[in-house]
């Protein structure tokens, strides 16, 4: 195993691994506060989710010899951003991570359930997903109009720096966003010290509250995204690479290492998509059969990463929460991007996914549960009766006598 070993994959480790940390960072902190996290629970649950996916990629990487990239749950993050605290405040929250782990475990052991998330219609379950996003998404320009010397370096640095090459877009702005609040923000007396001081987070249990607004508001749009949107294209990802994984033991295991993150305020665990791209890629190592060793290290630097959340927090709470939100939003503009794009392509589900998409991002809650959930519903809904309403016709006008010749 460790013949394997290489200086190039060592160092995609530790890129994948800084790209996949720096850019979203900001998005599960922002989710976790939204979801009624205090700074500290924040703080802990991406220790948890930090060390969760920095283990199980080294453990499914020796397991399996291939590069089984782990992330945390971006989208699922955001929509923790759009739904807001539930009631029952971040227990219930947990609550509803410790059900979305358990239906992931289910998933993946129990074949009825895995063809049912397999089943949902991929235009709906990508406009659940862009409406979820898109409000995250004007962050920048919000950001901006709160102070244009404060928001527009950031939004720049994402600009230039991404059409040189997309994949240091979001990092170039997180390095803005350091230097804004390091020069443009007043920042308090004894504040930076209190930085150094919260080096390494304490893992805080917080108790879960099992209620239906968390189950319905957070437990299943959750597992929603997090299947169709990481661990499904997470497959892809490595097929497209010539390795050939069996999904349902790595959506168990990625359940698995959600539960354990969940009760210490970690959202989901799952398959890497676009990082994953990075390990299991030539750029990794020119021999696919040693490409492993690039999420194994990639996970090594997850832990260390994880250890150092608490400074990470600490230090992101002094600068305006609208900053943060506008790297939040830069790092899911390409995401947005494309889920509108698959959620619109087709002409005949199009108002089904307009609908679904609109419902979602109004952020309109009905009976405490999220727009998500019943934006999805009623694109449900509208998708079969347009289908039947077609089928209808279809089977009609198949009755009607064919014209005769020369009519």
Not at 91 to 106: P, Q, T
Not at 152 to 172: M, Q
Not at 210 to 229: D, E, Y
Not at 292 to 314: D, E, H, M, P
Request: glycine letters at 10%; a positive charge.
């Amino acid at each position: 195993m460790l013949r394997d070993f290489s200086a190039q994959s060592l160092f995609m480790g530790l890129l994948t691994a800084f790209v996949g940390f720096a850019s979203s960072f900001a998005v599960v902190l922002h989710g976790l506060t939204g979801a009624g996290a205090t700074e500290v629970q924040a703080a802990s649950g991406l220790m948890a989710l930090s060390i969760s996916m920095g283990i199980c990629a080294i453990g499914l990487s020796l397991a399996t010899r291939m590069p089984v990239s782990i992330a945390w749950s971006t989208p699922g993050a955001a929509l923790l951003a759009s739904s807001g605290a539930v009631e029952g405040g971040f227990n219930a929250a947990v609550g509803g991570f410790i059900v979305c782990a358990a239906l992931i475990v289910v998933a993946g052991l129990w074949k009825p359930l895995g063809r049912m998330v397999a089943a949902i219609p991929a235009t709906l379950a990508n406009a659940m997903l862009s409406g979820v996003l898109i409000g995250l998404c004007f962050a920048p320009v919000k950001a901006i109009a709160f102070n244009p010397l404060l928001g527009l370096p950031i939004v720049a640095a994402w600009v230039v720096v991404g059409s040189l090459n997309r994949l240091y877009a979001v990092p170039a702005a997180l390095a803005a966003f350091v230097l804004v609040l390091a020069f443009g923000i007043d920042i308090p007396d004894g504040a930076l010290d209190k930085v150094a001081g919260d080096l390494v987070p304490e893992l805080v249990f917080v108790a879960p509250v099992f209620n239906l607004p968390g189950l319905v508001s957070i437990a299943l749009p959750l597992f929603i995204v997090t299947m169709a949107s990481q661990n499904i294209p997470g497959i892809a990802v490595l097929k497209v690479n010539h390795y050939d994984p069996n999904p349902r033991p790595l959506f168990a295991v990625t359940g698995l290492f959600s539960l354990a993150s969940a009760p210490f305020g970690g959202h989901a665990v799952n398959l890497a998509a676009i990082t994953a791209a990075m390990c299991a890629g030539e750029d990794a190592h020119s021999d696919p059969k040693r490409r492993y060793w690039s999420a194994i290290n990639a996970g090594i630097f997850y832990v260390i990463f994880g250890l150092l959340a608490g400074a990470v927090t600490a230090f992101v709470s002094l600068a305006p929460p609208v900053l943060i939100q506008a790297v939040a939003g830069l790092a899911l503009i390409s995401a947005f991007a494309t889920s509108a794009v698959n959620a619109f392509r087709d002409a005949e589900t199009r108002e089904a996914a307009a609908l679904t998409f609109l419902i979602t991002a109004s952020g309109v809650t009905f009976g405490g549960v999220s727009g998500a959930f019943w934006g999805l519903l009623a694109g449900g809904l509208m998708m079969g009766l347009t289908g039947k309403v077609r089928a209808r016709k279809a089977k009609s006008h198949g009755k009607q006598p064919e014209p005769r010749a020369g009519s």
